[in-house]
């Protein structure tokens, strides 16, 4: 091979997306992917337990401000944050609601009445104290989902955790498979479009053409599958009990300082707030 066509077949390499080396945009995404997780952990199983409105509002406010300042999203995913969650919260305070015991908030005013129906203040109340934690545990699990990669935190599992990495890179392997399938879908999609299969409109056509899609889809990810486990093979994957890791995820002072500063702000929150307040 000429230097010259070794120096255009490097040139064209495509990265790895799932890289750890890639240029981070906010503190949250030089943490490890483990501290991350388990920073608001304390947190989040405290909130099935609070029954006002005060405590979840704050760790959401909270979440909100280390997604702002520490992973500096897009205006894009700004935008979906800010409206899903509260679209969520108000779904779900509204569906419980609903469904809360009228006997026990009786007492309180009446909002609607449809017939012998009623939607009492108290009910909204509870309703909302739900949607509201529930909303709160979404946004803290935010926090290490729009910053970590799968791939981030199986290799984390792996280092830290001292998780076989025949089980680890399992896993890594079939994140791996996701991009891929998603490739061949869009080639099979054109072929059929090429070649006039499963014309028309409607639920049915539509129903008709993801069936000519699955089986060539399979048959792909078979093949792939088999030329996976034979490259693993060749290579001795899992021959030995400890292998060299290519990209390191390191656990350092500034995770375990991170783990702690949202564990003691977690007590120091509970501590001041009143989680008993409502009931139901």
Request: aromatic share 10%; glycine share 8%.
């Given at each position: 091979?000429?230097?010259?066509?070794?120096?255009?077949?490097?040139?064209?390499?495509?990265?790895?997306?799932?890289?750890?080396?890639?240029?981070?945009?906010?503190?949250?995404?030089?943490?490890?992917?483990?501290?991350?997780?388990?920073?608001?952990?304390?947190a989040?199983?405290?909130?099935?337990?609070?029954?006002?409105?005060q405590?979840?509002?704050?760790?959401?406010a909270?979440a909100?401000?280390?997604?702002?300042?520490?992973?500096?999203?897009?205006?894009?995913?700004?935008?979906?944050?800010?409206?899903?969650?509260?679209?969520?919260?108000?779904?779900?305070?509204?569906?419980?609601?609903?469904?809360?015991?009228?006997?026990?908030?009786?007492?309180?005013?009446?909002?609607?009445?449809?017939?012998?129906?009623?939607?009492?203040?108290?009910?909204?109340?509870?309703?909302?104290?739900?949607?509201?934690?529930?909303?709160?545990?979404?946004a803290?699990?935010?926090?290490?989902?729009?910053?970590?990669?799968?791939?981030?935190?199986?290799?984390?599992?792996?280092?830290?955790?001292?998780?076989?990495?025949?089980?680890?890179?399992?896993?890594?392997?079939?994140?791996?498979?996701?991009?891929?399938?998603?490739?061949?879908?869009?080639?099979i999609?054109?072929?059929?479009?090429?070649?006039?299969?499963?014309?028309g409109?409607?639920?049915?056509?539509a129903?008709?053409?993801?069936?000519?899609y699955?089986?060539?889809?399979?048959?792909?990810?078979?093949?792939?599958?088999?030329?996976?486990?034979?490259?693993?093979?060749?290579?001795?994957?899992?021959?030995?009990?400890?292998?060299?890791?290519?990209?390191?995820?390191?656990?350092?002072?500034?995770?375990?300082?991170?783990?702690?500063?949202?564990?003691?702000?977690?007590?120091?929150?509970?501590?001041?707030?009143?989680?008993?307040?409502?009931?139901?």
């Amino acid at each position: 091979m000429s230097a010259a066509t070794a120096a255009t077949s490097v040139s064209t390499v495509t990265p790895d997306p799932y890289a750890t080396t890639r240029p981070a945009r906010g503190f949250l995404y030089r943490l490890n992917p483990l501290a991350k997780m388990a920073a608001p952990m304390p947190a989040m199983i405290a909130l099935v337990f609070v029954r006002d409105l005060q405590t979840p509002l704050v760790f959401i406010a909270v979440a909100y401000a280390l997604l702002l300042i520490g992973a500096r999203l897009s205006w894009r995913m700004l935008a979906l944050l800010l409206l899903a969650v509260p679209a969520a919260i108000g779904v779900i305070a509204l569906g419980m609601s609903l469904w809360a015991d009228a006997s026990r908030v009786d007492q309180s005013i009446v909002l609607l009445q449809i017939g012998e129906w009623r939607l009492y203040g108290g009910a909204l109340m509870v309703g909302l104290a739900t949607g509201v934690r529930l909303g709160a545990i979404i946004a803290l699990a935010l926090v290490a989902g729009l910053t970590s990669t799968g791939p981030d935190i199986v290799r984390a599992t792996v280092q830290q955790l001292r998780v076989p990495y025949r089980v680890g890179y399992t896993a890594l392997a079939a994140f791996r498979f996701v991009p891929r399938f998603a490739h061949e879908l869009d080639v099979i999609r054109q072929a059929h479009r090429v070649r006039g299969a499963h014309g028309g409109r409607g639920p049915f056509a539509a129903l008709a053409r993801w069936w000519g899609y699955i089986v060539p889809l399979l048959a792909g990810a078979i093949r792939h599958a088999e030329r996976v486990a034979l490259a693993m093979d060749a290579r001795a994957f899992g021959a030995h009990p400890d292998r060299t890791e290519r990209h390191i995820v390191t656990f350092s002072v500034m995770d375990a300082v991170f783990i702690g500063v949202c564990w003691i702000g977690t007590v120091v929150v509970m501590w001041l707030g009143f989680p008993w307040t409502l009931s139901g």
